[in-house]
T-cell receptor
Framework: GAGVSQTPSNKVTEKGKYVELRCDPI?????LYWYRQSLGQGPEFLIY????????DSGLPNDRFFAVRPEGSVSTLKIQRTERGDSAMYLC?????????????FGPGTRLTVL | QKEVEQNSGPLSVPEGAIASLNCTYS??????FFWYRQYSGKSPELIMS????GDKEDGRFTAQLNKASQYVSLLIRDSQPSDSATYLC????????FGAGTTVTVRA
């Protein structure tokens, strides 16, 4: 079946602009996660959705970052007033969200570059 | 201190040898553990999951978990050049916490 998809694959923007990154999870997966990965580091947690609600947004670095998942499927990560330090690979992962099965499968990522 | 620490590498092994990767974690609430493989410029790919103490084998991969020592390892047997990648250890406590990864190079 289809895996997690993310669009765009690459996004170049200017400092101060607004960007939206989209994630389409594996069909039927209720758990959806956003991570951010910088070069040479492991992915860092940003936010977790179980269904439509954000179960944990403690990883969002500041209030410029926001994410939604209005129908419990597709999610959008929104970044306002982008800064050069926001440049990274943004990864989305989905999982079945079942007790005893915490596996997460990653999409191809969106490479964000803020000039 | 990071929640998940991995041996820093890089690790270079000859083709056909065993590659051994180690990981420790600090959160005793972590419930399950995962190894991901990440090729350069690509996203992480799940290769092993382990939930209980002991060994779990899947093909050429063996994961080991010791919750008392808060230690996870991955063995890659009969290493192939296609195994050359960065291997990420992750601990799950309602979210994944990742180590920085260990880069493995398999020499032909």
């Amino acid at each position: 079946g289809a895996g997690v998809s993310q669009t765009p694959s690459n996004k170049v923007t200017e400092k101060g602009k607004y960007v939206e990154l989209r994630c389409d999870p594996i069909s039927g997966h209720t758990a959806l996660y956003w991570y951010r990965q910088s070069l040479g580091q492991g992915p860092e947690f940003l936010i977790y959705f179980q269904g439509t609600g954000a179960a944990d947004d403690s990883g969002l670095p500041n209030d410029r970052f926001f994410a939604v998942r209005p129908e419990g499927s597709v999610s959008t990560l929104k970044i306002q007033r982008t800064e050069r330090g926001d440049s990274a690979m943004y990864l989305c992962a989905s999982g079945p969200g079942l007790a005893g099965n915490n596996e997460q499968f990653f999409g191809p990522g969106t490479r964000l570059t803020v000039l | 201190q990071k929640e998940v620490e991995q041996n820093s590498g890089p690790l270079s092994v000859p083709e056909g040898a065993i590659a051994s990767l180690n990981c420790t974690y600090s959160d005793r609430g972590s419930q399950s553990f995962f190894w991901y493989r990440q090729y350069s410029g690509k996203s992480p790919e799940l290769i092993m999951s382990i939930y209980s103490n002991g060994d779990k084998e899947d093909g050429r991969f063996t994961a080991q978990l010791n919750k008392a020592s808060q230690y996870v390892s991955l063995l890659i047997r009969d290493s192939q050049p296609s195994d050359s990648a960065t291997y990420l250890c992750a601990a799950f406590d309602y979210k994944l916490s990742f180590g920085a990864g260990t880069t493995v190079t398999v020499r032909a």
